[in-house]
T-cell receptor
Framework: AQSVTQLGSHVSVSEGALVLLRCNYS??????LFWYVQYPNQGLQLLLK??????LVKGINGFEAEFKKSETSFHLTKPSAHMSDAAEYFC?????????????FGPGTSLSVIP | KAGVTQTPRYLIKTRGQQVTLSCSPI?????VSWYQQTPGQGLQFLFE???????NKGNFPGRFSGRQFSNSRSEMNVSTLELGDSALYLC????????????FGPGTRLLVL
């Protein structure tokens, strides 16, 4: 079955520092991969998606992620953290043929930005 | 375009009752999916409807059901509520389905007492 792990349930960075949020997946078929962000009391917003085109994917708000098949990873980065980046981030994988695990979300990483 | 809307935003029910949640997708989107979000289990896929047909279903009991109307609006129903059903229920719409990019509504927060 598919699974998604996000290393670090909570990450703190200083404003202006590099943001690195880790995501590893397991999938027996070529996956589609996504990063979503959730602000307090809101739904999820798509940051970026990988669908087997370029391995380096650029998203909104200055975020990007690199698909590394050999490492089964899809880590999210941003060169310079901003206070407004404080939120919960979810990595998701889809692409299986079975119905019940069509899309799997990771447990999430809460990002804090220290002024 | 208007985003995904969900009503109501908050609900309080008691055990044994049933509840119906509503979701209006982005105009032109025919796929509507539902998710349950809890602190313990995270985000879990409930089911997906596409053009009024249930296309995919997660691993939830039959108490959780849904439907989609011809205008793509969707409802989710939970019967015989249990305390563990307290959660944020999120609806997402998409052009192509759960395997593609999804656009989420703000959610309905359900509290079961």
């Amino acid at each position: 079955a598919q699974s998604v792990t996000q290393l670090g349930s909570h990450v703190s960075v200083s404003e202006g520092a590099l943001v690195l949020l880790r995501c590893n997946y397991s999938s027996s078929v070529p996956p589609y991969l996504f990063w979503y962000v959730q602000y307090p009391n809101q739904g999820l917003q798509l940051l970026l998606k990988y669908t087997s085109a370029a391995t380096l994917v650029k998203g909104i708000n200055g975020f990007e992620a690199e698909f590394k098949k050999s490492e089964t990873s899809f880590h999210l980065t941003k060169p310079s953290a901003h206070m407004s980046d404080a939120a919960e981030y979810f990595c998701a994988v889809s692409g299986r043929k079975t119905s019940y695990d069509k899309v799997i979300f990771g447990p999430g990483t809460s990002l804090s930005v220290i002024p | 375009k208007a985003g995904v809307t969900q009503t109501p935003r908050y609900l309080i029910k008691t055990r044994g009752q049933q509840v119906t949640l509503s979701c209006s997708p982005i105009s032109g989107h025919r796929s509507v999916s539902w998710y349950q979000q809890t602190p313990g289990q995270g985000l879990q896929f409930l089911f997906e409807y596409f053009s009024e047909t249930q296309r995919n279903k997660g691993n939830f009991p039959g108490r959780f059901s849904g439907r989609q109307f011809s205008n793509s609006r969707s409802e989710m129903n939970v019967s015989t509520l249990e305390l563990g059903d307290s959660a944020l229920y999120l609806c997402a719409s998409s052009l192509f389905g759960v395997e593609g990019a999804q656009y989420f509504g703000p959610g309905t927060r359900l509290l079961v007492l």
